[in-house]
């Protein structure tokens, strides 16, 4: 059975294995980083993607940052959504592939921007709430 396609505008916070066409509208500056974990070197940058409905920033890392072109329609298989700062990033991450689709011929929506879009965040450690005063017990 194929993987459902959806649609740009269709994504939502925290949304996983996300298969999406879209076509690649802009590509910002290269940015060199150092992991947090073992300090090893990365490359990373934010592009523009699109579909009919929407846009939203795709976080492209190491090989990928050189793999996606202005102007070009991608497939994204196996993706994922997070949240940064309250908005939507779609990420291509550890078990999604990347790839040349044949070419999106639909006008991309420039006014729906998904990541303009402000979520409320999720916060990791939860588990705690509601016991007031940072203590352990109600």
Not at 91 to 111: H, R, T, W
Request: aromatic share 8%; charged share 35%; no cysteine.
């Amino acid at each position: 059975m194929a993987e459902e396609i959806i649609k740009i505008g269709e994504l939502t916070p925290k949304a996983k294995r996300v298969n999406v066409v879209f076509k690649a509208v802009s590509k910002e500056d290269v940015k060199k980083v150092r992991s947090k974990k073992d300090h090893t070197p990365h490359v990373v940058t934010e592009a523009t993607v699109g579909d009919e409905t929407g846009t939203v920033l795709l976080t492209l890392w190491d090989e990928n940052v050189e793999q996606l072109e202005t102007g070009k329609t991608y497939k994204l298989e196996n993706g994922y959504v997070t949240l940064f700062k309250g908005t939507i990033r779609l990420n291509i991450g550890k078990y999604g592939e990347l790839s040349e689709a044949e070419d999106l011929d639909v006008e991309v929506d420039m006014e729906n921007n998904m990541s303009e879009k402000v979520f409320e965040e999720y916060q990791r450690n939860r588990r705690y709430e509601g016991f007031g005063s940072g203590s352990f017990w109600p």
